[in-house]
C-alpha cells in the first residue's frame, strides 16, 4: 500500500527567509504523480506545485520549488522569501495515474515578522 | 466556473439523525472525490466517482455512509444514523481527464452532539 510520511509536524521561518519541507513516501508504481497543496485557517486546500514521478526535472511555482529524489521516493518542498501569508498547514499528496490522493499528517507552517 | 462547491458549509446534528452533504464539482471535470478530515490530520480518501460510477470504495466507509453521483455531475454524501466520531470536515475534490490536480471544495464541517 502507498503511504506518505511528513516527519515535521511544525516548522517556522522568518519573513524573506527560506524553509524547506520534507516528504517521504512508498510506492511499487514508477509512474505517479506527487503534490504539494496548501491549507490555510479558511480550511479550502490549495493546490501548490505539482510533479511527474516520470520527469527528472524538479517542478517550480514562482516561490515554490520541489526536490524530487526518485530513488529515495523523497519529494521537500522548498519556500524561497517566505511571506506572512504562506503561514498554513501543507500537505504533501501522491496519486498513482488519476487514483486517489493519498495524504500525509502535514506540517504546520509558521512565519515570523 | 467558480470551482467546487459544497453545501452546506456547517452542520449541526443529534447524534441518530441522518445527514446528507452535496458537492458540485467543475463541470468538465469526470472524476469526483470525497475525503474526511478530523482536526490536525490529512485528509482520508472516502469514495471516488468517474462519471457516475462509484469505483472505489474506503474500508473508513461503514455501511452508514452512501454517496451517489446521478448522471455524473453532483454527487452526495449521505451519513444514516450519525455518531459523535462522524464529527469532521468532509471535503470533496474534482479532477479532469489526466492529473493536473485536484481542486478542493471549501468542505462541510459535521458536528454530532
Known amino acids: 500500500a502507498q503511504t506518505v510520511t511528513q516527519s515535521q509536524p511544525e516548522m517556522s521561518v522568518q519573513e524573506a527567509e527560506t524553509v524547506t519541507l520534507s516528504c517521504t513516501y512508498d510506492?511499487?508504481?514508477?509512474?505517479?504523480?506527487l503534490f504539494w497543496y496548501k491549507q490555510p485557517p479558511s480550511r479550502q486546500m490549495i493546490l501548490v506545485i505539482r510533479?511527474?514521478?516520470?520527469?527528472?526535472q524538479n517542478a517550480t511555482e514562482n516561490r515554490f520549488s520541489v526536490n524530487f529524489q526518485k530513488a529515495a521516493k523523497s519529494f521537500s518542498l522548498k519556500i524561497s522569501d517566505s511571506q506572512l501569508g504562506d503561514a498554513a498547514m501543507y500537505f504533501c499528496?501522491?496519486?498513482?495515474?488519476?487514483?486517489?490522493?493519498?495524504f500525509g499528517t502535514g506540517t504546520r507552517l509558521q512565519v515570523f515578522p | 466556473d467558480t470551482g467546487v462547491s459544497q453545501d452546506p458549509r456547517h452542520k449541526i446534528t443529534k447524534r441518530g439523525q441522518n445527514v446528507t452533504f452535496r458537492c458540485d464539482p467543475i463541470?468538465?471535470?469526470?472524476?469526483l472525490y470525497w475525503y474526511r478530515q478530523t482536526l490536525g490530520q490529512g485528509p482520508e480518501f472516502l469514495t471516488y466517482?468517474?462519471?457516475?460510477?462509484?469505483?472505489?470504495k474506503s474500508r473508513l466507509l461503514s455501511d452508514r455512509f452512501s454517496a451517489e453521483r446521478p448522471k455524473g455531475s453532483f454527487s452526495t454524501l449521505e451519513i444514516q444514523r450519525t455518531e459523535q466520531g462522524d464529527s469532521a470536515m468532509y471535503l470533496c475534490?474534482?479532477?479532469?481527464?489526466?492529473?493536473?490536480?485536484?481542486?478542493f471544495g471549501s468542505g462541510t464541517r459535521l458536528t454530532v452532539v
Open positions: 510533479q511527474e514521478a516520470y520527469k527528472q
Open positions: 499528496a501522491y496519486a498513482y495515474n488519476t487514483d486517489k490522493l493519498i
Open positions: 510506492t511499487s508504481e514508477s509512474d505517479y504523480y
Open positions: 463541470s468538465e471535470h469526470n472524476r
Open positions: 466517482f468517474q462519471n457516475e460510477a462509484q469505483l472505489e
Open positions: 475534490a474534482s479532477s479532469g481527464t489526466g492529473n493536473y490536480g485536484y481542486t
